[in-house]
């Protein structure tokens, strides 16, 4: 594994609001090491370009900052939860790189 990638478990939580949200909070030690090694590359709202795996399914979208949590936040999007039969309270093993975007 390179300097940019990052493998751990984590379990997949709905967000409560309007419309339905699901999300996989990256560790905190891993979130401190991101934040470290490419936060001054952040852009709006904090957030970090990334490639994700999970399971047999690879996508890019952004990391954010959680402030609440202390964490950086994935989104999983539908037809990935789809793919993979991640519900919310489900556990993932999580590949992501940090893009040089």
């Known amino acids: 594994m390179t300097s940019n990638q990052f493998s751990f478990e984590g379990t997949v939580w709905e967000h409560v609001g309007a419309s339905a949200w699901f999300f996989v909070s990256v560790p905190e030690p891993i979130t401190d090491d991101i ?3 490419f936060g001054h590359r952040a852009a709006g709202f904090g957030s970090l370009r ?4 999970i399971g047999g399914t690879t996508w890019k979208t952004s990391i954010f900052p959680d402030a609440k ?33």
């Open 35 to 37: 934040d470290e090694m």
């Open 50 to 53: 990334v490639e994700v795996m």
């Open 69 to 101: 949590r202390g964490t950086f936040v994935l989104p999983i999007k539908k037809a990935v939860r789809v793919a993979e039969g991640l519900t919310e309270a489900t556990v993932a093993s999580v590949r992501l790189e940090v893009l040089a975007e």
